[in-house]
């Protein structure tokens, strides 16, 4: 029987035939699913493509219910969004996302090196924006952590895997993964709140500087027990890094706090210390993209050195033999709170798609191939992309922006509005059939546009792509 069980755990978790998509391989496997890269026939477009590994498991299924639910319920271009989702016919479920080509944070850190300070700042603040975005909505996600940040095809990280997340108040046990856990997960086995997710962010910010989870870089444990221990009685460090400002250490500690009462109160006012401090170093913030709130503080007010007293002591240095990270810095984020001016101001009674770019990864899964197939079945379907490789470059008193298209059909314009320091459309929103328009410099330290496809038949984009470029 223990061989049977074996062979029919293989056949079921093969890659299934999906009309309309062709297998290309495989993005990775974990316990309870598996993904794939398909490429979608109708538009010769990549996807990704999760799929259950136990067949007509209602547990299973629940868990792909409720993630394709949450996914798809925060329509946010650094939250990764559902393209369609099913049933296989061997009984397997299934959710369709967009491929997302960058990989995740963690393959990032561990093929190039450390991420640079800025670079970690403004993901820090797309990811407080998205994960505010969810809390609002009373859903935290409970398993933040590189793996689980993914890349997409405009540059954006996006949070993946939604599979434990669960209401605000939903106090049960959910599943976790220790190095990235806050104390109070680790003590319930699992329950966690809003704060418990800043923690994660933290963790996962932390890591992109340092190359490791706060505590398996603070204190090298040997086993999961030691690292346990260390994040459950030992406080937090600073990053044994010379050109990690201290102002970037007191806020990721603090973040970091082993009591969720001296942590950020909301994901926003960690966003806003983020922001607080980019402005500090670099004179200007990564917007905060969330409907109803403004994307700049109102005034940069930094945690004063003293207020927590000082840095602690780093941890003993230790053999360093980090790449640096190179990757082409342009300040990108999507504002959904655009996306309305966009459906009412460009073009009233426009027919829109209800689904937006994404991507998909599960955590701590290897790339191992799988062969096999399952009967056909339908499912999915083709939205507006979003504007891709955009990019901006001064000249004298005007900024030329470029973009792409990744769907390029006959009769495609583009819609385009410069956005002012508030995060708004302020000059009106135009059309164009070319893939680059000037705009007058604006009197800050950046120019900002953002960007929708339109179809001939009057569909766009779900999430503008919005490009920032600095003097």
């Not at 689980?148 to 108040?169: E, R």
């Not at 050195?305 to 999507?334: C, E, F, H, M, Y």
């Amino acid at each position: 029987m223990p061989n049977a069980t074996t062979h029919t755990a293989g056949r079921r978790t093969a890659p299934p035939r999906l009309k309309g998509y062709r297998y290309v391989d495989v993005i990775g496997k974990g316990s309870t699913a598996h993904v794939y890269r398909y490429r979608q026939e109708a538009t010769e477009r990549d996807v990704a493509i999760k799929v259950s590994n136990t067949h007509l498991d209602p547990k299973a299924g629940a868990r792909f219910s409720a993630e394709a639910t949450f996914m798809a319920s925060f329509p946010h271009p650094n939250i990764l969004t559902v393209y369609g989702a099913g049933v296989t016919n061997d009984g397997r479920s299934y959710i369709i996302f967009e491929y997302a080509p960058g990989g995740s944070v963690k393959d990032i850190i561990a093929q190039q090196g450390v991420y640079p300070v800025d670079k970690t700042l403004d993901y820090g603040v797309q990811l407080a924006s998205a994960l505010y975005l969810a809390h609002r909505n009373r859903t935290v996600h409970r398993d933040i952590k590189t793996s689980n940040i993914l890349i997409t095809a405009q540059g954006l990280p996006a949070i993946a895997d939604f599979g434990i997340a669960t209401s605000l108040y939903d106090h049960r046990s959910t599943g976790y993964s220790p190095p990235w856990a806050p104390p109070e997960v680790l003590a319930s086995n699992g329950s966690g709140d809003d704060r418990s997710d800043i923690y994660s962010l933290a963790a996962t910010l932390y890591a992109m500087l340092a190359g490791k989870s706060p505590f398996e870089y603070m204190y090298a444990p040997h086993t999961l027990d030691e690292l346990v221990d260390c994040i459950m009685h030992k406080p937090p460090l600073p990053i044994n890094r010379a050109d990690v400002p201290n102002t970037v250490q007191r806020v990721l500690l603090k973040a970091l706090s082993p009591d969720p009462a001296d942590r950020y109160f909301t994901a926003l006012e960690f966003a806003r210390a983020l922001q607080e401090t980019q402005i500090q170093l670099y004179g200007h913030a990564t917007p905060v993209t969330v409907q109803g709130i403004e994307a700049y503080p109102a005034r940069a007010v930094l945690p004063a050195a003293g207020a927590n007293g000082g840095l602690p002591d780093a941890p003993t240095p230790r053999q360093k033999n980090r790449k640096p990270l190179i990757i082409t810095s342009v300040v990108v984020a999507a504002l959904a709170a655009i996306g309305i001016v966009f459906a009412t101001v460009v073009m009233p009674n426009m027919d829109r798609s209800a689904n937006t770019t994404a991507a998909v990864v599960n955590p701590d899964m290897d790339g191992t191939p799988s062969d096999g197939g399952d009967p056909d079945v339908t499912g999915g379907g083709a939205a507006v992309p979003s504007p891709i490789e955009l990019s901006g470059t001064y000249a004298g008193d005007t900024v030329k922006f470029t973009w792409g298209n990744p769907d390029p059909q006959d009769g495609d314009a583009y819609a385009w509005s410069v956005i002012d320091s508030s995060g708004s459309a302020h000059a009106g929103t135009k059309l164009t059939k070319d893939t680059s328009v000037s705009v007058p410099a604006s009197s800050g330290p950046q120019t900002c546009i953002q960007v929708s496809i339109v179809r001939k038949d009057r569909r766009m984009s779900s999430t503008p792509a919005t490009v920032c470029t600095m003097r």
